[in-house]
């Protein structure tokens, strides 16, 4: 290779070099930590986003209107206890954005059939009602869902993004 040609692609290749460093981030953007559990307790009014076991998240939420004590059957407006798994997510809902709880699970099933009623179902954690965003944190003054965890509308799009399908869902009371 003649030195004339050198020159030339050596010059190339450090302009490459240079164009590709002026071009990157000064700062990594950082990659979201995805949870690998959920942890509501209900007395706390707490959920806790976990990832290998330890809190990566906490938000304050406001569960159903009727009362602390465990859901028995549709329509008593409670929160369930036990144990769940995000099973699919809905963007398009009646609220901003909300995750669905596998409720009732089998034991859920079986206590409401030994009591002779329907166990309910489509608790989920969502936002808040479309068109109600205004709220903000201030509809955690009271618990005011049929049963659900819910959260507020910039809350339930960060954990939208943290919590994948399929993350098991501790529910206590």
Same mark, same amino acid.
């Given at each position: ?75 008593? !407006?409670?929160? *369930?206890? $036990?144990?769940?798994? #995000? ?10 954005? +909300?995750? =669905? ?14 009591? !002779?009623?329907? *166990?309910? $179902?489509?608790?989920? #954690? ?10 903000? +944190?201030? =509809? ?34």
């Amino acid at each position: 290779m003649s030195p004339k040609r050198y020159l030339a692609a050596t010059t190339a290749l450090l302009f490459s070099a240079l164009l590709l460093w002026a071009a990157a981030p000064l700062t990594q953007t950082p990659v979201p930590v995805k949870a690998d559990s959920i942890l509501i307790l209900k007395k706390d009014h707490v959920m806790e986003l976990l990832a290998d076991g330890k809190v990566i998240h906490t938000y304050k939420v406001a569960l159903g209107r009727g009362g602390l004590a465990a859901k028995e059957k549709e329509g008593d !407006g409670r929160t *369930p206890e $036990g144990h769940y798994v #995000i099973d699919s997510k809905n963007a398009a809902s009646h609220y901003h954005k +909300a995750l =669905h709880i596998s409720y009732p699970n089998a034991d859920d099933r079986k206590r409401a059939s030994e009591m !002779g009623v329907l *166990p309910g $179902g489509a608790i989920m #954690i969502h936002g808040l009602p479309n068109g109600m965003q205004w709220m903000g +944190a201030s =509809h955690r003054l009271y618990d005011w869902t049929l049963g659900c965890i819910a959260v507020t509308d910039p809350e339930i799009d960060e954990i939208w993004n943290m919590v994948p399908i399929g993350t098991p869902v501790e529910v206590r009371p």
